[in-house]
């Protein structure tokens, strides 16, 4: 059965790019969200460009895949992208000992829908001469990992119990016992990437937002004049370590807030991605389920008009197939009373603690 | 079929399953009975219990009569339901899921249509990446697909993250009613179909069916206007008492909000519908609706 015509196109594209001198430059395109050689393209099928380019990245220039591959292994569910993350993570020269969690953590979550996997060609017909999945991949990088720190069995003995048992198996079937123990198991997830932005455009403050309750404000009204925390999210999201975990976050962040007496001293809002799909009723509906209190300073917002200035403006990575999202990063951003951003997670998911520190910080005088 | 015909059935259906639970088979009797006819083995092999302890036994089985294409197609029908059942029997089936995806898309080109059919069922829920390109392939160029064209849009409706709606919008007078009927559902799913889904709503040369489904995607996209077009169809004469009160019992759960001129249009074009009728079904409807806006006020 013959692969749609344009993946094959775009594969044709990926195996030009990874042959030339240039390939790092020219392949790290195909891992902007918002690029436009996806829009049009369903969720499934931008998975496997992106799959395809990444196993590319890890053949040529596996270090200009590392934000790529980071991102996959830490919130995806799909085998092929996952399998493709840890082929560039496999092929690291100083891999980070963080790798080993998040590696661990990706097998857990592949073993529902874990499948053959193969990137020497797009097309997804049948063959059985294939044994990768993405689990064996995982496996591949864990220990690539482990060799690259000269680590042994015993030293990540906390990450393998809570593994799947395949995959712990496996790694400690390969992991050589000889090598003196280091001990891997305490270490310290650093801390996210914060990182400020530019200023927005001051028009952005003008663009109407409706709310869960119907209510309609610029988003000046709504988030200028107090410590702001802002992501962006949709209904539709099928991947549970981004949308639906990020507004989850955004509720315990404000119950959080609430018990250090915040509560009216800080804005908490989402801004849904699909504005057309997602109307006041499904806003309303999907925070209440995500444990949101609906408040004037918190709430779910869509943008009635001029959404796409508002996505330029703050510069989204997000894309869009026929019907809705394709693609998108994790966006939580945190915005100083002048509507500045002063920090943004940089893709990695929110953490309540952190957020919540941050906004302690930016309520207290001096 | 009737609510209490179908209510019949499921207890028959549960009772008989009950009985076949209280005698397990075992792939040694499988085995054994080679010599039986097809229904009988693949009664056996459904009869077959699933722990999370024999999985390790019972799927590489199951495979193995999937993969035999000189067996029965009852046989290996009864094996592809045994591994899609043996996704819930235990952890274990994590483990042989890369094999049984790859079995299942080697079925979805095999000479039986139904096992074609079923594999492809299995797949598309699984979302996987081969099926989808067999059931687009399916819609584009129908004549030479393993499935019909209706069955390939359903099956990609269960993916709404998928191009389905604009493959569907696209050649959607081109398709069969039955088609037309499966692209419907899809399309209530695309903001961008709204206009579609409007015209296909009064449209009184297409089957009525198909103006409920569409109606249905409708009022998921655009309420106002959903409501807006069954105000038309209430006070036409020319529609049916039965399509009417289906529009009415849609609009009883979702009056648009914040639009006073067309929610009072609407509730004129229910009681002008309900003032007009004979149908005990139509007139149950409005009254259920004029009811449910009390409710609310």
């Known amino acids: 059965m013959a692969v749609p015509a344009r993946l094959r196109a775009l594969a044709s594209e990926i195996d030009r790019a990874a042959a030339a001198p240039d390939a790092a430059g020219r392949l790290t395109g195909y891992f902007e969200d918002s690029n436009a050689i996806y829009a049009g393209l369903g969720s499934a099928d931008v998975d496997r460009v992106r799959s395809y380019a990444l196993a590319a990245l890890a053949r040529t220039a596996p270090e200009a895949g590392i934000g790529a591959a980071r991102e996959e292994i830490e919130t995806g569910y799909s085998a092929g992208p996952l399998a493709a993350a840890a082929r560039v993570v496999a092929a690291l020269e100083r891999p980070d000992r963080d790798w080993l969690d998040l590696l661990a953590a990706a097998a857990a979550r592949v073993r529902g829908t874990d499948r053959k996997v193969w990137f020497d060609r797009i097309d997804a017909a049948p063959r059985p001469e294939i044994v990768d999945t993405a689990t064996s991949d995982l496996v591949r990088a864990f220990i690539a990992v482990s060799d690259a720190l000269g680590l042994r069995p015993a030293d990540c003995a906390a990450i393998l119990n809570n593994a799947p048992p395949a995959f712990s198996a496996a790694v400690r079937g390969a992991l050589s016992e000889t090598r003196p123990s280091l001990c891997c198991c305490r270490h310290h997830r650093s801390a996210p990437e914060w990182a400020a932005r530019r200023p927005l455009h001051p028009e952005v403050w003008g663009t109407p937002a409706q709310d869960q309750d119907w209510r309609t404000a610029s988003l000046g009204d709504r988030l200028l004049g107090r410590p702001a925390v802002l992501a962006f999210f949709y209904t539709r999201c099928t991947n549970p370590t981004k949308c639906s975990r990020t507004v989850a976050t955004l509720a315990a962040l404000q119950r959080r807030a609430a018990a250090k007496g915040l509560s009216g001293r800080i804005a908490i809002f989402a801004i849904t991605y699909d504005p057309d799909w997602d109307t006041p009723a499904r806003l309303h509906r999907y925070g209440t389920d995500r444990g949101l209190t609906f408040s004037a300073h918190t709430g779910l917002l869509r943008i009635t008009e001029g959404w796409e200035s508002a996505r330029a403006a703050f510069d989204l990575a997000v894309g869009y197939g026929p019907t809705t999202v394709n693609r998108h990063r994790i966006e939580v951003l945190m915005l100083a009373p002048d509507g500045r951003i002063v920090f943004d997670t940089a893709g990695r998911p929110p953490e309540t603690e952190g957020l919540l520190t941050r906004l302690i910080a930016a309520c207290t005088p001096g | 079929m009737d609510i209490k015909d179908y209510r019949k059935k499921h207890e028959d259906d549960v009772a008989q399953a009950r009985a076949s639970r209280s005698a397990h088979g075992a792939?040694?009797?499988?085995?054994?009975?080679?010599?039986?006819?097809?229904?009988?083995?693949?009664?056996?092999?459904?009869?077959?219990?699933?722990?999370?302890?024999?999985?390790?036994?019972?799927?590489?089985?199951?495979?193995?009569?999937?993969?035999?294409?000189?067996?029965?197609?009852?046989?290996?029908?009864?094996?592809?339901?045994?591994?899609?059942?043996?996704?819930?029997?235990?952890?274990?089936?994590?483990?042989?899921?890369?094999?049984?995806?790859?079995?299942?898309?080697?079925?979805?080109?095999?000479?039986?249509?139904?096992?074609?059919?079923?594999?492809?069922?299995?797949?598309?829920?699984?979302?996987?990446?081969?099926?989808?390109?067999?059931?687009?392939?399916?819609?584009?160029?129908?004549?030479?697909?393993?499935?019909?064209?209706?069955?390939?849009?359903?099956?990609?409706?269960?993916?709404?993250?998928?191009?389905?709606?604009?493959?569907?919008?696209?050649?959607?007078?081109?398709?069969?009613?039955?088609?037309?009927?499966?692209?419907?559902?899809?399309?209530?799913?695309d903001p961008t179909s709204a206009d579609k889904l409007s015209e296909v709503m009064v449209d009184k040369t297409v089957r009525e069916r198909l103006r409920r489904i569409a109606a249905a995607g409708l009022k998921a996209l655009d309420l106002q206007r959903f409501a807006e077009r069954a105000g038309v169809v209430l006070v036409d004469r020319g529609d049916s008492a039965r399509l009417k009160a289906a529009l009415v019992s849609m609009a009883q759960t979702a009056r648009p909000r914040q639009n006073a001129v067309v929610t009072s249009a609407l509730d004129s074009a229910v009681e002008t519908a309900r003032s007009r009728t004979r149908s005990k079904t139509l007139k149950s409807a409005a009254a259920r609706y004029f009811a449910a806006q009390r409710d609310k006020a």
């Open chain 2, 27 to 189: 792939p040694e009797e499988f085995l054994g009975r080679r010599e039986a006819d097809a229904d009988t083995r693949a009664k056996m092999l459904c009869k077959m219990r699933m722990t999370s302890r024999n999985l390790g036994e019972l799927i590489p089985l199951f495979l193995d009569i999937l993969g035999n294409k000189s067996e029965a197609v009852t046989v290996r029908s009864a094996a592809l339901d045994m591994l899609s059942a043996s996704e819930f029997a235990g952890k274990a089936f994590a483990d042989y899921r890369p094999q049984v995806i790859d079995a299942v898309r080697a079925l979805a080109s095999d000479k039986s249509p139904t096992l074609r059919k079923n594999a492809l069922e299995y797949l598309a829920q699984q979302r996987d990446d081969y099926a989808r390109d067999i059931l687009t392939a399916a819609v584009t160029a129908p004549e030479e697909a393993p499935v019909d064209q209706a069955k390939a849009i359903q099956l990609l409706s269960l993916d709404d993250h998928t191009n389905a709606a604009d493959l569907v919008r696209g050649r959607f007078e081109d398709l069969s009613e039955t088609a037309k009927e499966e692209a419907a559902y899809i399309l209530g799913t």
